[in-house]
């Protein structure tokens, strides 16, 4: 669910309904706010959903249609393909800031006060009204649907607090309200709706066709404002659940999400999701997304499932874990990753991808195939054309070179002698000639393991570490 904003609005702002009139302040709508903000940043050029990588030509346009037409609707994706993250950006076209009855429970607008308490107060105090101002991250609302989720928990229950106070049943203040109309005027995201039991799905039927709510029978009208976005696997995989149809049919739209396709765009991805404690070159995270890619093709893999971002994430944090972990060992004054650090983390990751029946056992050689090859075809992307020759001389007059995951930089550079052509290779590699110790060690290592995999040295791992030659 949101959390309380830390936004503090200015102090100029109107305090009373007499006050927000005389500012000239008028009403919008949820869907009406989003439309008009979405088609300013659309005229300007600006970025409307930032942090969104890869959906440019085919999420986003579905996307702008359905918000500028006004509709709910749903995200239907495999795991890990953004829509929690494309969920959430939707609030930030939102008004930054709208006023509020001062203390309302549903964030009522006032100039029409929707529940008994704020229009019995604005009867009695007019224009002398306190009113608040809510923030746009206040204004969005998030739940993750379970099998344990409740109408109470989405729409309102009775209060039984409020009803031994005195209140009777048939009073209306003694309704506690659920996370829908606690979000009235602003949006509210459902995750994983399919996993909603489909009596508690019924519940919503008025939310999105009538725009009100009913609580346990109480003859109550509740004209709520709000968009109403929810996500969901596709349904033959996730067999928890399903939409059920007339639900299906009050959400104007399904959009489908999907895997980036381009190498690119994962590794861009990866810059800006992963937290990293020590530095990994963009080769690095070409390899990564080609891997994830590589999975995502692969028939060992249950395709039913996915294999998410967050598997390229976590394995992008765990090479950086893992030249941090050399560093502190070695005495490094730099943590840079190397190309070998990556066989060392993956098999942590198993867990995150689903194979399919006949592989027991083999995960982990799919894993280091898929690998080699991602290794490889990056290697050639990179460097295709470089002449790499001297690196191959080394190796032709039987020399041999270590390297593993706790050599240090100076410990694998200090078996070379000078190497021509090698600033060729760090630029190709983007560390430029101003490239440190381990980043020198780190585009040397690359060169290995490619030249390696397209079978110009030989290799070996002997005690836990790379020997290359002999």
């Known amino acids: 669910m949101s959390q309380a904003s830390t936004h503090t609005p200015s102090a100029e702002r109107p305090r009373t309904v007499g006050q927000l009139k005389a500012s000239g302040y008028r009403t919008r709508g949820v869907k009406e706010e989003i439309r008009a903000n979405l088609l300013d940043r659309l005229r300007s050029g600006e970025t409307a959903f930032p942090g969104i990588v890869g959906f440019e030509d085919t999420v986003l346009p579905e996307l702008e249609a359905a918000l500028l037409a006004g509709h709910d609707f749903v995200l239907l994706g495999e795991r890990g393909q953004g829509k929690t993250r ?3 950006t939707v ?3 939102l008004d930054e800031w709208v006023p509020v009855v001062d203390g309302c429970e549903i964030n009522d607008d006032p100039y029409e006060p929707l529940c008994v308490r704020c229009r019995t107060l604005a009867a009695e105090l007019g224009d002398e009204l306190p009113i608040g101002w809510r923030h746009r991250d206040d204004r969005y609302t998030e739940k993750l649907a379970t099998p344990d989720t409740s109408v109470g928990d989405l729409i309102g229950d009775v209060d039984p607090v409020k009803v031994a106070e005195g209140r009777t049943l048939g009073d209306p203040e003694t309704i506690h309200y659920g996370l829908v ?5 602003g949006v509210f995201g459902l995750n994983e709706l399919p996993d909603l039991a489909e009596r508690i799905q019924v519940a919503l039927f008025n939310v999105l066709e009538e725009r009100d709510i009913q609580v346990r029978g109480y003859s109550i009208r509740l004209p709520l404002d709000v968009l109403v976005i929810a996500t969901a696997n596709p349904e033959d995989y996730t ?3 399903r939409i059920i149809t007339p639900l299906k049919d009050r959400f104007g739209g399904e959009i489908r999400t999907h895997y980036l396709s381009d190498i690119s765009d994962e590794a861009q ?9 020590a530095e990994v070159g963009d080769h690095l995270l070409e390899v990564i997304a080609r891997l994830s890619r590589g999975l995502r093709e692969s028939p060992s893999v249950d395709q039913r499932s996915g294999v998410s971002a967050r598997f390229s994430i976590a394995a992008t944090e765990a090479v950086s874990a893992s030249a941090l972990r050399r560093s502190a060992r070695t005495g490094e004054p730099d943590a840079v990753a190397r190309i070998g650090d990556l066989p060392q983390i993956l098999p942590t990751l198993l867990g995150k991808i689903e194979f399919e029946m006949g592989e027991e056992g083999r995960e982990a050689a799919v894993l280091d195939h898929l690998l080699k090859l991602a290794v490889a075809e ?7 054309g470089v002449d790499l020759s001297a690196f191959t001389q080394i190796f032709a007059e039987g020399s041999v070179v270590e390297t593993g995951d706790l050599v240090a930089a100076d410990e694998l550079l200090g078996q070379f002698g000078t190497l021509s052509g090698l600033s060729r290779v760090l630029d190709r590699l983007g560390y430029g000639d101003d490239a440190g110790r381990g980043e020198v060690a780190a585009a040397v290592e690359f060169v290995l393991e490619g030249l390696y995999l397209t079978r110009r040295i030989e290799k070996d791992v002997v005690d836990g570490r790379t020997v290359y030659g002999g």
């Open 239 to 241: 067999n928890r659940g």
């Open 269 to 277: 991805l990866l810059r800006q999701e992963a937290q990293l404690v």
């Open 181 to 185: 109309p606690r979000t009235h005027r």
């Open 91 to 93: 609030g930030k076209l």
């Open 378 to 384: 990056t290697f050639r992307e990179r460097l295709s």
């Open 86 to 88: 494309l969920m959430r």
